[in-house]
């Protein structure tokens, strides 16, 4: 009985102090956390806070320059990600995950297989492996090559792994990010169910929804310092988001929301794509886009939102119809005709089709206006410094270092570096593919802000979001998708996010076959 | 159940079967357990380095020092034999950790200065080929008792084929290699490290540790495919084997290995030597061939392989996109 009382009054995982630097820029300064058993506990703040930096100290990824952390109430002292998993700290990250050509069974024990006189026991692995999945509800083939399922069951099978391995604390960072809401319910249960074990569970989201929904306490870090801890019950959103920020709120996404300015017929449309398509990317469809408008794009993963993105860019060249700008015909069969035409495209995958992460923030800013005047015209080095100056000014670019490699910012810094990059082209049309995902309030605000500035100075942007509510609040019109053709087009009071919902879902008077 | 990944392995697998039939129909002697026995023979030291190299490969890396390796053990193994008058097992055993620490010396050298394994094997064949231009520049004979007893050793299978002592150490060094790849916990981590190096670390792959073990790995197995080869040629000599570590990563892309690592098989590697064997020996029955018809044919091979894997994985990642589809 004693024993017990003694481990009540200790939390099941205490960080005191943690401090933390890279070249010589600190990233934590004297952060505290708590983390109880059987609790979920998320850990909130901006891009750049210091969230993913103090997850890395816990998991072992990184050293930490100072402070203690206590498991159980003993000081432990994790150097590697495999002896943090000894010791009961499980981590699934958001985009490395678990390993595709692998079996399921094969992941879940990799380093672990149970051996019998040495050699690894397959028939105890898959056994093991199928009654470990059904805790989860997965009744899945567990010898299948992990690459054939889908992310919100690789995920899954990544809590599962994770839980079985450590048992204690269970780290997730950003799990939600690429789910749709019915994964999101599935992953949920789960995480109940883990908390009602007695598993501590560590959770870093920017959804403020979920966090609402599943979290006991929030921890709330800003610039590398903690602002706070508290029990979500007693919190309310605004004076949850105010902490995040640390500022008065005055331009919330959902301010904008207020009556979207309707574009009318007015302005002759500019650019116009016409029975535009590909075979197996996307169903023929017109798109006429004006000067200073915003289109959004609405549908379900996998409804053909980037495939369009793509085809209007020139990435994936047309098969049928015709693109027109200002009346005369053009050909966009490739990226570079569509930079000729003065267009722009922010990718999807940032890290990936987005940032070149070794190069400095100036020449990542610089690569599209030289893509556009052709690699014989050099842009001086005293022109790109100007230019990164100015637009790192302007967009609120942080650290304010042109000289930085960018991969060293964090995804909301990388975002605005991503779009002064194509508004130093001067666009006429910049395509935007969720050009807030990953990104955190503060962020997110100032490019709704940005997009709105964009097209009263009378660019074009198409957006493409899975967040109705920034659709609503910036497009003037939205395009929906469904099942890779155009099924309905919103504006006016039609344009709300029922109205979006219900147009996916092939109700109400749509054409949806 | 094939998984989509092993279909390189059962294409090779067929394409073997198919050709070594046309060969048979054309020159049915070619069935003969004389002809499969001296195949396995000639091929033992080719067979023995591709197997370090499919581990090599199947990590994601590359053993470009492979040949200059298997070079330096015969001249060092006859002169230590030859000039020396030291007894073989004594010399196949320095050499052996010579070999091994050599290649303990350059997964270090990868792992821990982050250099490309392409260049820090470079480098390594330059300097194992250098060395055994040091021990000696000319051909070096050797006899010994012990040696020719080695020799003398083999099974003999009905039809007159034998079974030498050298074709056994590569089919033991195979059948290990399979086991080890299969089933053990480094040969996962191999997989674990070629599929992704980060998901890998972050899953606590001890990454460092592996990378170093495959490369003392192949290594060792180029150290002993060097002592084959010597006692096969019953001689050393240092500007031998130029380019074997090519015929080696011939045999396993061709096998259905990845060059991209994560997925491959020993056993097709096997298949890979096995075929390579095979077009030699058509040639020589032929007989107006020229050799180099060899190299074409692997080098078409290669190209087809390349080609499928490229095929295969567009397929599957297409058939994941559909299916993704359908549950949206």
């Known amino acids: ?513 | 159940m094939i998984h989509a990944r092993n279909l390189p392995f059962v294409t090779t697998l067929a394409i073997f079967v198919i050709a070594y039939g046309l060969c048979v129909l054309q020159f049915p002697n070619m069935l003969s357990t004389r002809v499969i026995g001296n195949l396995l023979t000639d091929n033992a030291f080719l067979g023995i380095a591709a197997v370090g190299m499919t581990f090599v490969i199947l990590s994601g890396g590359i053993d470009l020092s492979v040949g200059s390796v298997i070079a330096f053990t015969s001249v060092f193994v006859a002169v230590m034999i030859g000039s020396f008058g030291v007894h073989p097992l004594t010399a196949f055993l320095a050499a052996l950790v010579i070999s091994t620490l050599f290649g303990c010396l350059m997964g270090a050298m990868i792992r821990y200065l982050l250099i490309p394994p392409f260049v820090v094997t470079l480098a390594g064949m330059f300097l194992a080929r250098g060395a055994a231009y040091l021990v000696s520049t000319q051909s070096v004979p050797i006899t010994h008792e012990f040696i020719d007893t080695m020799l003398g050793f083999y099974i003999r299978f009905p039809g007159g084929g034998r079974l030498t002592l050298l074709a056994m150490v590569m089919l033991v060094v195979f059948a290990v290699g399979i086991v080890v790849a299969s089933r053990t916990r480094f040969g996962a981590n191999v997989y674990a490290i070629g599929g992704n190096i980060q998901s890998a670390e972050l899953m606590g792959v001890p990454v460092g540790a592996t990378t170093i073990r495959i490369y003392a790995l192949s290594g060792f197995l180029s150290g002993l495919a060097g002592i084959v080869y010597t006692l096969y040629t019953s001689s050393g000599y240092s500007l031998a084997t130029v380019g074997v570590e090519l015929d080696a990563i011939a045999a396993v892309v061709i096998g259905g290995t990845l060059l991209t690592g994560g997925v491959g098989l020993i056993a097709g590697t096997f298949v890979g030597i096995l075929l390579q064997g095979l077009i030699q020996t058509y040639i020589v029955f032929d007989g107006t061939l020229s050799s180099w018809w060899t190299k074409i044919v692997i080098g078409i091979l290669l190209f087809v392989f390349i080609v499928l894997q490229r095929t295969i994985i567009w397929y599957s990642d297409r058939r994941l996109a559909v299916r993704q589809l359908k549950e949206v």
């Open chain 1, 1 to 513: 009985m004693r024993d017990e009382d003694m481990s009540v009054q200790h939390a099941l995982l205490e960080a005191r102090g943690i401090g933390k630097s890279f070249f010589g820029i600190p990233a934590l300064d004297e952060v505290d956390f708590t983390l109880q058993g059987g609790e979920i506990h998320a850990l909130l703040g901006e891009n750049g806070a210091g969230k993913s930096t103090l997850i890395k100290i816990l998991t072992g990824v990184y050293r930490r320059d100072r402070g203690t952390i206590y498991l159980h109430g003993n000081e432990v002292s994790p150097d590697s990600v495999a002896e943090a998993q000894t010791l009961g700290i499980g981590t699934v990250y958001q985009e490395v995950n678990l390993l595709e050509n692998l079996t399921v069974a094969e992941n879940l024990f990799l380093g672990r297989q149970p051996r019998r006189f040495g050699m690894i026991d397959r028939r105890t692995m898959r056994d093991r492996s199928k009654t470990l999945l059904q805790r989860y509800g997965l009744n899945i083939d567990v010898d299948a090559l992990l690459s054939s399922f889908s992310v919100a069951i690789r995920q899954l099978i990544a809590i599962a792994r994770a839980v079985d391995l450590s048992g204690k604390v269970l780290v997730l960072d950003e799990p939600t990010a690429s789910l749709d809401a019915h994964e999101v319910k599935g992953l949920f249960t789960v995480l109940r169910q883990l908390r009602e074990e007695g598993v501590g569970i560590v959770i870093i989201t920017h959804f403020l929804d979920q966090v609402y929904e599943i979290a006991d306490r929030v921890t709330v870090l800003r610039n590398g310092r903690l602002v706070g801890s508290r029990t979500i019950s007693e919190l309310p959103r605004l004076d949850l988001i105010s902490m995040m920020l640390g500022r008065e709120l005055q331009h919330i996404t959902r301010d904008h929301q207020a009556e979207p300015e309707t574009v009318d017929d007015r302005g002759a449309p500019s650019i116009q794509f016409q029975n535009y398509g590909k075979k197996g990317s996307v169903a023929p469809f017109d798109l006429d886009i004006r000067p200073g408008e915003v289109v959004g794009i609405a549908g379900l993963l996998g409804s053909g939102r980037s495939e369009t993105a793509f085809l209007l860019f020139g990435i994936d060249r047309a098969d049928s119809g015709t693109a027109t700008i200002d009346g005369e015909q053009v050909a966009i069969t490739s990226p570079e005709a569509a930079i000729a035409n003065r267009f722009g495209f922010c990718p999807e995958e940032r890290k990936t089709d987005g940032i070149v992460g070794d190069l400095s923030v100036a020449d990542n800013i610089a690569l599209a206006l030289q893509a556009q005047r052709g690699w014989m015209r050099l842009i001086s080095s005293s022109h790109k410094r100007e230019l990164a100056d100015s637009f790192i000014k302007s967009l609120d670019i942080r650290p304010a270092d042109r000289e930085r490699p960018i991969k060293f910012l964090s995804g909301g810094n990388q975002q605005k570096a991503i779009l002064a990059r194509w508004l130093v082209t001067e666009p006429r049309l910049l395509i935007l593919d969720e050009p807030t995902r990953g990104i955190d309030i503060g962020a997110h605000a100032e490019i709704l802000k940005m997009i709105e500035r964009l097209c009263s100075e009378g660019m074009s942007l198409v957006v493409i979001s899975s967040e109705l509510e920034e659709l609503t609040a910036v497009a003037h019109r939205v395009i929906v998708l469904s099942d890779r053709r155009h099924v309905a087009e919103l504006s006016g009071r039609q344009l709300t996010t029922d109205g979006i919902i219900r147009a996916i879902a092939g109700t109400g008077e749509t054409e949806a076959a």
